[in-house]
């Protein structure tokens, strides 16, 4: 079988038409999932990149066990395993943080290719060119470290087509060109872009907020987002739709490539990110990875809750799922698809009974956490979710516990914990149950 998994990078499911967005252009996404499976809930299990892209490539939970680290050299994955039943394998990428610093994401892929620059990236120096940002420097995250880096390595791009996705969307497209009479394949294209900083080209910032004049922050400080004036949050929130368009336009063109080579309707598409983005939401901008924050911020489902569109060879209509997915899933449906047997020890289950219609439901519950930072407990953000759409978000000795009704509050602005107290404890029971089950040596957090 063939198969074609897009990542993009802090893509937030609700600002794709797809899932009711009604003001941001996504035409290709939007026209992928009208011929796929769209999944409403499906959730992230490890935050953020790295630890989401080892669930991925892993088929295995990493939050108990580790926090952003390099892929195990000694840990099967899914590349491996579908180059091993003889499928041809790929990753184009601009992530750089998947090969930066020995994290070794490109093993197992019998070809790698990468778009280099993005974020910071040490690609230029430039020590002739003075770089300066346009709002002071504590307005960016780590003092705008990162957002100069950035602009050096973009000093010399004249043309869309310099933008990251552009690159990577075209490099995968030659590699189509190369390989697409092979009968099975894997091509991961995994693009960094919508992550900051949130510098589109000009005009797809013009689509949504047409004439400003004020400061312009590609890469703000993930803060309580009030030292942003609500005009200036308007610009921000206008720059990372713009950066959204743009992801789209490229990607399509990799679709489009599918289609132009006959073999769109025999490739197996996915179409998903690793997690979202406060963007004003619970008066936040950022994320909050935890790592060394003092105040780490819960995961709602602002970040939690990620788009899903899996779209099978020779479907032709759309389909809505309530199905409750995760990461480590993927390994194991893709491998299920392709008759090939899943390594020992995954803790993913495979959806493909989804896909193929013979089942409605996946998981009772899903298990999001921020990654395990101290041996002997957790100190990081869990959020569990019930199939009925209860949610608990718990776990640092800083921030009290909270709970809520999805169903009632999606928007997650109450929590109801004081009157629901044995709902929570429930919860807080399945995660402890879900950490015996992976043979995790810790006691789930008290509530």
């Avoid at 368009?245 to 073999?263: A, M, Q, S």
């Amino acid at each position: 079988m063939r198969f074609l998994v897009v990542m993009c990078d802090t893509l937030r499911r609700d600002h794709l038409g797809c899932y009711g967005n009604p003001w941001i252009r996504t035409p290709h996404f939007d026209r992928l999932a009208e011929q796929a499976t769209v999944f409403d809930r499906a959730y992230i299990a490890s935050f953020p990149t790295i630890p989401n892209r080892t669930d991925l490539f892993t088929g295995k939970f990493t939050f108990p066990f580790k926090g952003w680290a390099p892929l195990d050299r000694a840990e099967p994955t899914l590349a491996g395993a579908l180059g091993g039943a003889g499928h041809v394998t790929q990753i184009v990428h601009d992530t750089m943080h998947l090969v930066n610093n020995g994290n070794f994401f490109a093993r197992g892929f019998q070809g790698w290719d990468a778009v280099r620059g993005g974020e910071s990236d040490p690609l230029e120096t430039l020590a002739n060119v003075p770089i300066q940002l346009p709002c002071p420097d504590d307005e960016y995250r780590d003092n705008g470290r990162a957002a100069k880096q950035y602009l050096r390595n973009r000093h010399f791009w004249t043309t869309e087509s310099d933008w990251f996705v552009a690159r990577t969307s075209a490099r995968a497209c030659q590699w189509l060109e190369r390989n697409y009479k092979a009968r099975d394949f894997l091509l991961w294209l995994d693009t960094f872009e919508i992550h900051e900083p949130w510098d589109p080209p000009q005009w797809y910032v013009d689509l949504y907020d047409p004439g400003y004049t004020g400061k312009v922050n590609i890469h703000p400080r993930y803060d309580y987002c009030d030292y942003l004036s609500p005009r200036e949050l308007r610009q921000v929130r206008a720059r990372y739709a713009g950066e959204v368009t743009l992801v789209d336009t490229w990607i399509g063109r990799v679709l489009e490539k599918l289609e132009l080579l006959g073999i769109f309707d025999e490739t197996l598409v996915v179409l998903t990110s690793d997690h979202g983005m406060y963007l004003g939401d619970h008066g936040r901008i950022g994320k909050h990875t935890v790592v060394d924050d003092a105040d780490p911020w819960p995961l709602y489902d602002v970040e939690a809750r990620i788009p899903l569109v899996v779209k099978t060879p020779g479907q032709r209509k759309s389909r809505r799922t309530q199905a409750m997915v995760q990461p480590p899933d993927l390994m194991p449906t893709l491998l299920d698809l392709a008759g090939t047997p899943t390594p020992a020890g995954r803790h993913g289950l495979s959806f493909a009974p989804i896909l193929t219609g013979k089942a409605r439901r996946h998981r009772t519950h899903v298990f999001c956490g921020g990654g395990l930072r101290r041996e002997g407990r957790f100190d990081t953000p869990i959020t569990v979710t019930r199939d009925d759409g209860w949610t608990l978000v718990f776990g640092h000795p800083t921030n009290p516990p909270e709970l809520y009704d999805l169903k009632a509050d999606p928007q997650q602005k109450r929590s109801v914990l004081r009157r629901n107290r044995l709902i929570a404890e429930g919860l807080r029971e399945e995660f402890a149950r879900f950490l015996g089950t992976l043979g995790v040596p810790i006691e789930a957090p008290s509530l």
